[in-house]
């Protein structure tokens, strides 16, 4: 399983990105994947993590919009009103089995298959 993140950048603070991830040889496309950031200095901390219903666990409280594309296996994470909090390196992760509906894992050990991540900065 190959991941690969794309999309990252420098912005203003209100700016807005647009990730995405592609996942070659994954065969669990409708099963939970999300997006993860690690600033310096910091722990990796789950942005938005979408199961096989749709079901989100939404780290961001609505600020960011995850998306999947099952037929191109890319996963879409869109940023808007990007803060310099926001400033991160950002993976895209997949798990290695089929978790239930409404069940994904929201800790970032529990997912297998992960992208080289593509970094974000956001400038005041």
């Known amino acids: 399983v190959q991941m690969v993140e794309s999309g990252g950048g420098s912005v203003q603070a209100g700016g807005s990105l647009r990730l995405s991830c592609v996942a070659s040889?994954?065969?669990?496309?409708?099963?939970?994947m999300g997006w993860f950031r690690q600033a310096p200095g910091k722990e990796r901390e789950g942005v938005v993590i979408m199961g096989s219903d749709g079901t989100l666990i939404d780290f961001t409280k609505g600020r960011f919009t995850i998306s999947k594309d099952n037929t191109k296996v890319t996963l879409y994470l869109q940023m808007n009103n990007l803060e310099p909090d926001d400033s991160a390196m950002y993976y895209c992760a997949a798990v290695s089995r089929w978790w239930n509906a409404g069940d994904c894992p929201r800790r970032d050990d529990a997912y297998a298959f992960w992208g080289q991540g593509t970094l974000v900065t956001v400038s005041p």
């Open positions: 040889g994954y065969t669990y496309i409708t099963n939970c």
